[in-house]
């Protein structure tokens, strides 16, 4: 007898029914899982394949459990259904990208890779030139209606999820180890689906958003670092998802950058604008900020970024200095307690 079941498990475009990232090694899968797992990766709209069993809920679930095991592969399939004839089974899948256009990613991300990272970059330094070029080349989809690699790296717009997208596959063309991760995220307008990365750097895990370091509404050359490897109790502060079967992160990396002996992540601190979260750069009160405004002896167009209790923003007022400023301030995400304040010299 032939049975048919229908699985709609939509990886909708807001992944509000995404399963779950868990990061599940290919090796721990289930013989039909592999040959599952291989056919998806393939990008295949049609298979089929002899299985092991004649159940159609041990089958999907080892559906489920072979698309686990590749984070990418999770975000790319839009839904899938399968006919289950004693123990053969037949598929069809919809993928969010084709598989021309998947190919089209991977060898992008291999041309971009190519021609930004130089011999001798350090890992550091080559995360940072890949989150930029995601976020200098890619504007946020206000439509919503674009939400792959494909769209972020060759349409130059797309949401959350494209970001993330283009994100892993050019660190993965890198060589650094990088998990997508689905959740939901809170700001002032509200609490949304989200994706982002986790990312491996030197075997220590750091949070990474592309997308939440991208103003939006787009301001060309502008790139943030608000949400660029954090930890993951900073993460939690504004992002949400399950922690099962994920990698923590709880290396603080603006201290290892200061930490280090390597020129280049000195420069990260410089270039990202992190060297304000260092105890030298953080001030406790506005009369210590104000006397060493006046010793910079700042001139006109200069600016001046500095670390401050948030609390303190309301005093900045008080400021008695030689030139007239300016001065714009934004939370720290990293210790939210905190405002990251730039003062411009008028």
Same mark, same amino acid.
């Given at each position: 007898?032939?049975?048919?079941?229908?699985?709609?498990?939509?990886?909708?475009?807001?992944?509000?029914?995404?399963?779950?990232?868990?990061?599940?090694a290919?090796?721990?899968?289930?013989?039909?899982?592999?040959?599952?797992?291989?056919?998806?990766?393939?990008?295949?709209?049609?298979?089929?394949?002899?299985?092991?069993?004649?159940?159609?809920?041990?089958?999907?679930?080892?559906?489920?459990?072979?698309?686990?095991?590749?984070?990418?592969?999770?975000?790319?399939?839009?839904?899938?259904?399968?006919?289950?004839?004693?123990?053969?089974?037949?598929?069809?899948?919809?993928?969010?990208?084709?598989?021309?256009?998947?190919?089209?990613?991977?060898?992008?991300?291999?041309?971009?890779?190519?021609?930004?990272?130089?011999?001798?970059?350090?890992?550091?330094?080559?995360?940072?030139?890949?989150?930029?070029?995601?976020?200098?080349?890619? +504007?946020?989809?206000?439509?919503?209606?674009?939400?792959?690699?494909y769209?972020?790296?060759?349409?130059?717009?797309?949401?959350?999820?494209?970001?993330?997208?283009?994100?892993?596959?050019?660190?993965?063309?890198?060589?650094?180890?990088?998990?997508?991760?689905?959740?939901?995220?809170?700001?002032?307008?509200?609490?949304?689906?989200?994706?982002w990365?986790?990312?491996?750097?030197?075997?220590?895990?750091?949070?990474?958003?592309?997308?939440?370091?991208?103003?939006?509404?787009?301001?060309?050359?502008?790139?943030?670092?608000?949400?660029f490897?954090?930890?993951?109790?900073?993460?939690?502060?504004?992002?949400?998802?399950?922690?099962?079967?994920?990698?923590?992160?709880?290396?603080?990396?603006?201290?290892?950058?200061?930490?280090?002996?390597?020129?280049?992540?000195k420069?990260?601190?410089?270039?990202?604008?992190?060297?304000?979260?260092?105890?030298?750069?953080?001030?406790?009160?506005?009369?210590?900020?104000?006397?060493?405004?006046?010793?910079?002896?700042?001139?006109?167009?200069?600016?001046?970024?500095?670390?401050?209790?948030?609390?303190?923003?309301?005093?900045?007022? +008080?400021?008695?200095?030689?030139y007239a400023?300016?001065?714009?301030?934004?939370?720290?995400?990293?210790n939210?307690s905190?405002?990251?304040?730039?003062?411009?010299?008028?």
């Open positions: 007898m032939k049975r048919f079941v229908f699985i709609s498990v939509v990886f909708s475009a807001t992944m509000t029914a995404i399963m779950p990232h868990l990061a599940i290919a090796s721990r899968l289930t013989a039909d899982e592999q040959q599952i797992l291989r056919h998806l990766e393939q990008r295949q709209p049609d298979f089929s394949i002899s299985v092991k069993t004649s159940s159609i809920t041990l089958l999907d679930h080892e559906v489920k459990a072979a698309v686990q095991a590749d984070t990418y592969l999770q975000m790319d399939i839009s839904s899938y259904q399968f006919e289950l004839a004693g123990t053969y089974a037949t598929f069809q899948v919809d993928y969010r990208e084709s598989k021309a256009q998947y190919n089209d990613v991977l060898r992008g991300a291999q041309f971009v890779v190519k021609k930004l990272i130089k011999p001798g970059m350090d890992v550091y330094t080559k995360e940072k030139i890949l989150h930029d070029y995601v976020v200098l080349n890619t +504007a946020y989809d206000i439509s919503l209606t674009h939400y792959t690699a769209d972020a790296l060759y349409e130059h717009t797309a949401t959350c999820q494209g970001y993330a997208m283009l994100t892993y596959q050019l660190l993965k063309a890198a060589g650094i180890p990088n998990i997508l991760i689905s959740g939901t995220a809170t700001n002032s307008l509200g609490t949304a689906s989200h994706a990365n986790e990312v491996d750097l030197n075997g220590k895990w750091y949070q990474l958003d592309t997308t939440w370091d991208d103003p939006v509404p787009n301001q060309p050359g502008s790139v943030q670092y608000g949400y490897n954090l930890t993951t109790a900073q993460m939690e502060k504004d992002h949400h998802w399950s922690l099962a079967g994920l990698p923590i992160a709880n290396t603080n990396y603006v201290q290892v950058l200061n930490q280090s002996n390597n020129k280049q992540e420069q990260i601190l410089q270039q990202t604008g992190l060297f304000a979260e260092l105890p030298n750069d953080t001030y406790q009160s506005i009369a210590t900020l104000q006397s060493s405004l006046i010793k910079a002896n700042l001139r006109k167009g200069q600016s001046y970024l500095v670390r401050i209790p948030y609390a303190f923003i309301s005093q900045l007022t +008080a400021l008695a200095l030689p400023i300016s001065y714009r301030y934004t939370r720290d995400t990293r939210p905190y405002a990251l304040l730039t003062i411009v010299v008028q």
